[in-house]
T-cell receptor, first 107, second 115 residues
Framework: RKEVEQDPGPFNVPEGATVAFNCTYS??????FFWYRQDCRKEPKLLMS???SGNEDGRFTAQLNRASQYISLLIRDSKLSDSATYLC????????FGTGTKLQVIP | ETGVTQTPRHLVMGMTNKKSLKCEQH?????MYWYKQSAKKPLELMFV???????ENNSVPSRFSPECPNSSHLFLHLHTLQPEDSALYLC??????????????FGSGTQLSVL
């Protein structure tokens, strides 16, 4: 089983739609979780941290399910500018990146 | 602008060339990293420096040689690379070395092509 696993997509959604991504991790001792966003041919940038209690930032909501060992990212009212690859990052004794989920928001 | 500057943005080199990638962070961070990103693969950690001391070398071939003269600067020296080394090389920094909830700040990366 991969340490961090994401559906590579692409997820093609119309503007205004709600879309959700999941990311599973294998190490139950993992402590910190993040979502990063990476635009094509650019560097990853931190989008938000993920807490057990959930974390909301505008149209973005991130949640952690420790029992099932996954984190999720929900994007409401998708914008064209949300088109990017979303990387799941899990920190324990080391930092592990997922391969990313590609989102394409269509007009 | 993330406060991490990487040069050059693009690099094409032959297998016999020697080149260097440069990274500078203006964030006052203590840890710096080199990552490799190949198509359809997750980011691979190559090297970690904490307070300019190398703390991790992730089984990287010796044709990649890092150098960290101080906490703000990081270099990756390249020599006799192979075509499979073509990738996006990303420098990153963080306040501390993988402390609790450590956030990484990336440079814009160097797209390297080895011919």
């Amino acid at each position: 089983r991969k340490e961090v696993e994401q559906d590579p997509g692409p997820f093609n959604v119309p503007e205004g739609a709600t879309v959700a991504f999941n990311c599973t991790y294998s190490n139950s001792a993992s402590q910190s979780f993040f979502w990063y966003r990476q635009d094509c041919r650019k560097e990853p940038k931190l989008l938000m941290s993920v807490y057990s209690s959930g974390n909301e930032d505008g149209r973005f909501t991130a949640q952690l399910n420790r029992a099932s060992q996954y984190i999720s990212l929900l994007i409401r009212d998708s914008k064209l500018s949300d088109s990017a690859t979303y990387l799941c990052v899990v920190e324990g004794q080391k930092v592990t990146f997922g391969t990313g989920t590609k989102l394409q928001v269509i007009p | 602008e993330t406060g991490v500057t990487q040069t050059p943005r693009h690099l094409v080199m032959g297998m016999t060339n020697k080149k260097s990638l440069k990274c500078e962070q203006h964030l006052g961070h203590n840890a710096m990293y080199w990552y490799k990103q190949s198509a359809k693969k997750p980011l691979e950690l190559m090297f970690v420096y904490n307070f300019k001391e190398q703390t991790e070398n992730n089984s990287v071939p010796s044709r990649f040689s890092p150098e960290c003269p101080n906490s703000s600067h990081l270099f990756l020296h390249l020599h006799t690379l192979q075509p499979e080394d073509s990738a996006l090389y990303l420098c990153a920094s963080s306040q501390d070395f993988w402390g609790e909830e450590e956030k990484l700040f990336f440079g814009s990366g160097t797209q390297l092509s080895v011919l």
